[in-house]
């Protein structure tokens, strides 16, 4: 393949992290905008609203909003879990661009225990953000 | 007349190289965690538990395993993705029939 080539894939490449990066910042920018703390601005989660218990993910518009304005502990009052997520969300889109971009990013696979970790604190968040005991403290 | 002979069979796909220092396939982790986040359902906690496997069954050798796991786990989050979206879709829909019917009968 002719250097020309090589640099067209590379491009070619990058779109779909380009793209990701740009419906990230769109998305990011229109919850800054538009405060999901206020009612009626974003219609009920289905799940909350046919289940009545929140789900992992609840109050994660209102921690990206909160994150967006620079409130840390607001964002972590709202769902910890998305807090914790989003850099490394940020750190794998990196990963990802880099790779694409062709670099090499030669890293340790995460050992199997600490994913069952993960999976087994969202379950447990999930149910404890919804016992009456804990929820002013995990509830968005 | 001499038969032709039968096409030779395809060539069987080349196993994913495995060993040491060979890196295990995507568990597809990150499409685990954003359907487990942005979903709200529990298929998103079952890709992520195959996402582990993955990384453990690679750890212990087992290769086809790993590459079973990170399937499956890719398929989970596909099919998360989809019930998400139908849910939402239903959601508006139903959102929109009860403003059209809310407007019709006032």
């Known amino acids: 393949m002719t250097r020309s080539a090589v640099e067209t894939n590379r491009w070619t490449a990058l779109r779909a992290p380009a793209a990701v990066a ?5 998305s990011v920018s229109y919850l800054a905008a538009v405060n999901p703390h206020e009612g009626g601005n974003y219609p009920t989660c289905p799940s909350l609203l ?3 218990f929140y789900c992992p993910g609840c109050g994660s518009l209102r921690a990206i909003h909160d994150l967006a304005h620079g409130d840390v502990v607001g964002a972590l009052d709202m769902n910890i879990l998305a807090v914790i997520a989003i850099p490394w969300l940020v750190w794998r889109w990196y990963a990802w661009t880099a790779a694409a971009a062709g670099r090499t990013i030669t890293r340790k696979p995460a050992p199997a225990w600490a994913i069952y970790a993960l999976a087994g604190a969202i379950v447990v968040y999930w149910i404890a953000r919804n016992l009456p005991p804990l929820a002013p403290y995990l509830a968005p | 007349m001499s038969e032709i002979p039968p096409p030779p069979p395809p060539p069987a796909f080349p196993p994913p190289s495995p060993g040491v220092g060979g890196a295990p396939p995507a568990n597809n982790l990150v499409w685990g965690i954003l359907t487990t986040i942005l979903c709200c359902l529990p298929f998103g906690i079952v890709s992520i538990i195959k996402a582990a496997e993955v990384n453990g069954k690679w750890a212990s050798g087992d290769y086809a ?10 398929k989970w989050a596909i099919v ?19 403003g059209v019917l809310s407007s019709t009968s006032s």
Do not use: D, M, N, R
């Open chain 2, 65 to 74: 395993g790993a590459q079973a796991s990170a399937e499956a786990a890719k």
């Open chain 1, 50 to 52: 046919l289940t009545g």
């Open chain 2, 80 to 98: 998360s993705a989809i019930v998400a979206v139908g849910v939402w879709i239903l959601y508006f829909v139903f959102i929109v029939g009860l």
């Open chain 1, 22 to 26: 740009a419906v990230a910042v769109v």
